[in-house]
């Protein structure tokens, strides 16, 4: 006899339907997996046949084959046992056939019979295209975050059984999670000083603009872009639903709940590339590129990266996407990203204090040497941050808050957003004559730096960016001020700020 059951497979954060058809006949007792099934899709003959066994029912003792469609794309992970130990009760005729209909199946079987929770439900669960999804228990919460099925949880195959019989009701669904202990993000009024810096910071949330800070130990880059996400407005539904699949299909812990502030991701400086863009051999899993969808990925002591890691940010910066192709096939991950970085200015931290260093030149060189020139130019800010003064540090008045700067970062957003656009620094290139005119002065101001080689035609596009950010920021709604472009170029310059010359008119 056959039988067929819907299941779903996980191919990098998306979900793919699977129908897992089984069919009994008579012959030597076997049981075959085809379908394109990995190593732990293969596995699950003996894991299935224990559970099954172990619930107390009897194991067919003829030819068992399982075919899981479409037969062209390959299944990876534990996920489908429970579908294969249904749809072999259902072909032995030890499970009514209409009573699966229109029902799903979703979870791993311990060689006792009980249903384990598996990575990347959210995505597996919109995948089903039926009305009822059976999960584990464990993971009947993030089932539910999708809100188009009825789902049901279980703990064992036995229940299981019992319920599609009609012998049990179905389980309940677990109590709702008690709220957790959210830890305050934190504050900017935390920073002492760093006028410069604070108001880098504030740009980068407002316009979406890369961030990269220069200094030495104890400057307080970290700590500045730690704060950089609760300037973040929380995100809105769609952008919410993904960043929560992409969690669930990498087996990150979700909250009680979507996630709804933007993520923060701030991985080791020993990272592989593979860590960073995602991928991996067996089952592709997305990256800390992709984990930071929606939010910030700070790389702290950016100059001890690889440079083959840092410059596989490079088209996903672009972009906004990061392609992935091994010999199993091709994954597209979502990596819209906004990325703060932040660096010593040479390998012992005190190049920016005159006589201290005890670096040689060969040392510096390989240093910078890491972070590429392509890589550099996709970062809209560059500031050097150096100590605050003793003064600030020990009784200096708190800047702004958190909770002043953020409706500010909102409002620039809004603006963006009225513009046809997520953000500022995703104004298409075509589009800057008509979103970010200039004055006569402002054009002569970019015009000369374009001349003396200060900038790439990129840089050029991403200084009326970030000149655009700040007259919003400042409540400026007409054409970019020469003033407004010269804090752009100051806001990008490598290791002296950029002045203004003399004979160019401000206000013009």
């Known amino acids: 006899m056959t039988a067929t059951v819907p299941s779903a497979t996980l191919l990098g954060v998306r979900g793919r339907p699977v129908r897992v058809e089984v069919h009994v006949s008579n012959g030597l007792p076997s049981f075959t997996i085809v379908g394109l099934p990995d190593a732990s899709c293969r596995e699950a003959r003996d894991r299935v046949r224990a559970a099954v066994i172990s619930s107390g029912f009897p194991w067919p003792t003829r030819r068992v084959t399982v075919n899981l469609a479409p037969s062209g794309l390959r299944k990876a992970g534990s996920q489908l046992d429970l579908a294969i130990a249904v749809a072999v009760l259902v072909a032995e005729e030890q499970l009514p056939a209409g009573r699966v209909e229109g029902v799903a199946f979703l979870g791993e079987l311990g060689l006792d019979g009980t249903v384990r929770p598996v990575v990347g439900t959210v995505p597996l669960v919109a995948a089903l295209d039926g009305p009822v999804a059976v ?3 464990a993971s009947s919460h993030e089932a539910g975050l999708i809100g188009r099925h009825d789902v049901r949880p279980v703990s064992c195959l036995a229940e299981l059984v019992d319920a599609l019989r009609g012998d049990a009701p179905w389980p309940d669904p677990p109590p709702a999670r008690p709220p957790a202990d959210t830890a305050t993000e934190p504050d900017l009024a935390d920073v002492r000083g760093q006028p410069f810096a604070r108001l880098a910071v504030e740009l980068s949330a407002a316009g979406g603009h890369h961030l990269l800070m220069t200094g030495p130990p104890g400057a307080g880059k970290t700590m500045l872009a730690r704060r950089l996400p609760g300037l973040l ?3 809105d539904r769609d952008a919410s639903l993904e960043a929560t699949t992409i969690h669930s299909a990498a087996g990150v812990a979700l909250p009680d709940g ?3 502030r933007p993520p923060f991701r701030a991985p080791h400086h020993g990272a592989s590339p593979v860590a960073l863009t995602g991928g991996g051999s ?5 990256g800390e590129i992709s984990l930071a969808h929606h939010g910030v990925l700070f790389l702290d002591e950016l100059g001890e990266f690889q440079s083959v890691v840092l410059d596989s940010l490079r088209q996903p910066l672009e972009e906004g996407v990061i392609r992935v192709s091994r010999a199993a096939g091709t994954v597209t991950f979502p990596a819209r990203v906004l990325l703060v970085a932040a660096m010593n200015p040479c390998p012992c931290g005190l190049g920016s204090v005159p006589g201290d260093c005890a670096c040689s030149d060969a040392a510096r060189l390989r240093y910078h040497r890491r972070v590429s020139g392509p890589i550099l130019d996709r ?3 560059r500031i050097e941050v ?3 003064a003793i003064d600030e540090l020990m009784g200096g008045d708190a800047g702004e808050s958190t909770a002043a700067v953020a409706p500010r970062v ?3 957003r809004a603006l963006a957003v009225e513009r046809g656009v997520r953000c ?3 104004i298409p290139g075509a589009r800057l004559d008509e979103l970010a005119p200039l004055t006569t002065a402002a054009a002569t101001l970019l015009e000369r730096s374009l001349r003396a080689g200060r900038l790439t035609g990129r840089g050029l596009h991403r200084v009326r960016r970030v000149a655009r950010t700040i007259a919003d920021v400042r409540g400026h709604p007409g054409p970019i001020e020469v003033e407004h472009v010269a804090t752009a170029l100051e806001l990008r310059a490598v290791r002296a700020p950029y002045e203004v010359p003399a004979e160019v008119p401000r206000g013009a």
């Not at 067996?282 to 997305?286: L, V």
């Open 282 to 286: 067996a089952q592709m899993r997305p």
């Open 135 to 137: 999960v584990p228990r």
């Open 386 to 388: 150096a100590p605050p």
């Open 424 to 426: 500022n620094a995703d």
């Open 410 to 412: 909102a409002a620039a």
């Open 379 to 381: 970062f809209d800010l």
């Open 233 to 235: 407005p929380a995100l």
């Open 258 to 260: 979507l996630v709804e």
